[in-house]
Structures are given as C-alpha cells and as structure tokens.
C-alpha cells in the first residue's frame, strides 16, 4: 500500500507568478486535506475534501488559493499572483471517511517566493 | 477555541534517557481525538497514536508510553532509554468529533538525543 504522495516537492517561483501542487492521497482513504507549515510551527489546516466535495476552508485559504479534487481522488492546490509570505511547506494528507481517524501525511511540497 | 499547548520547544537528552513531552489541549467538546505525531529531519509527519476521549488508559507500545488525563487536560508522551533515531520534532494534535475536518496541532517539541 503506497502513501501519499506530493509534487513537486520543492518549487521555487518569483512573487506574482502562480504555482500548482498536486497530492495523491491513499487510495481507499475518502478524504483529503491540505495544511501548511511553517518554519517551527506546528501544521495549520487550509482545506479538505470528502470525496470530490470540499468541506471547509480556513480563512488562511485566501483568494489566491484555489483547491480541487475533480474525481474525488487526487487533489491540486493552486496559488495565484504568489507573495513571499506564500513561502513555507504545503502538506498534503489522507485519511478513511469519518474524520476520527488518523491523517496520514505525504512528503510535502517546500515553496520558496522569491 | 480549541488549542493545544506544548510548552517545551526543544529538550535535548542524553541516549537512554528517558524523556517525557508535555501537551496541554484547550476545548469544549466532550468528545474529541488526541494524536501524537513525529516529524523526523525528513519531513514527513509520522503518526504515532491516537485516543478518544473516553478512554483514559494509558497506552505503552515498545518504548513509547502516553499518559492521557482529561483532569488536567493533558496527553503526555513519554520515550523509554531513547535512541539517537529519536531525534525529531513531535506534535500534539486535537481533532474535535464536533469538526471533523481538521486537526489542532502544537507547535511542537524538537527532541534532540545525543549519542
């Protein structure tokens, strides 16, 4: 059973430019989230899927970003018009319909705004 | 507001040490989940355990212990006679039965175990 997974992992863009990153989530697991990370902070939720509906969004997701899970199994998370403050790791995890169990986390994909 | 709290950035031991990380949860739901997760200097965030709310047994796998008392609102994680590969960030983590969607973490306690 393969875990998730993330590309690319690193990206590296200049301010303004958008980028896209792309999460494949275990396969029997329903649900789908996005988080991101910054450096020595704990993960901060962005969004998460069940199946192909996307359930909530923080208020971190601003306009800029944009989630999609079109046929309820991988998942992209874009970026538009990207800022510095953009810069830090996106983590991608997966997880069995219900919520209650563990999320399951991939690589993640490091952006760096220059 | 749901928080959890894990008061100690860093704590450095020497190998077989033992050593306990402190996580302290704010919320106000009776029902929820507690996790623990360990983020080694790859990256990926590695689960370790989780445990309701109803079930304050203390659990015990190999050389990690959590001790879970909802009197103080505590989730402690202890490793026994710790191992250089233990070297890692870990971080306590809430998810509410109430929302679902999202897990609460700390911010973290870098462990860093000396040979």
């Known amino acids: 059973d393969t875990g998730v997974s993330q590309n690319p992992r690193h990206k590296i863009t200049k301010r303004g430019q958008n980028v896209t990153f792309r999460c494949d989530p275990i396969?029997?697991?329903?649900?789908l989230y996005w988080y991101r990370q910054t450096l020595g902070q704990g993960p901060e939720f962005l969004t998460y899927f069940q199946n192909e509906a996307q359930l909530e969004k923080s208020r971190l997701l601003s306009d800029r970003f944009s989630a999609e899970r079109p046929k309820g199994s991988f998942s992209t998370l874009e970026i538009q018009r990207t800022e510095q403050g953009d810069s830090a790791m996106y983590l991608c995890?997966?997880?069995?319909?219900?919520?209650?169990?563990?999320?399951?986390f991939g690589p993640g994909t490091r952006l760096t705004v220059t | 507001a749901q928080k959890v709290t894990q008061a100690q950035t860093e704590i450095s031991v020497v190998e077989k040490e033992d050593v306990t990380l402190d996580c302290v949860y704010e919320?106000?739901?009776?029902?929820?989940?507690l996790f623990w997760y360990k983020q080694p200097p790859s990256g990926e965030l590695v689960f370790l355990i989780r445990r309701n709310s109803f079930d304050e047994q203390n659990e015990i796998s190999g050389r990690y212990s959590w001790n879970f008392q909802k009197s103080t609102s505590s989730f402690n994680f202890t490793i026994t006679a710790s191992q250089v590969v233990d070297s890692a960030v870990y971080f306590c983590?809430?998810?509410?039965?109430?929302?679902?969607?999202?897990?609460?973490f700390g911010q973290g306690t870098t462990l860093q175990v000396k040979p």
């Open positions: 919320t106000r739901d009776t029902t929820y989940y």
């Open positions: 396969s029997e697991h329903n649900r």
């Open positions: 983590a809430l998810i509410l039965s109430s929302n679902t969607g999202k897990l609460i």
């Open positions: 995890a997966s997880s069995l319909e219900g919520g209650l169990y563990e999320q399951y």
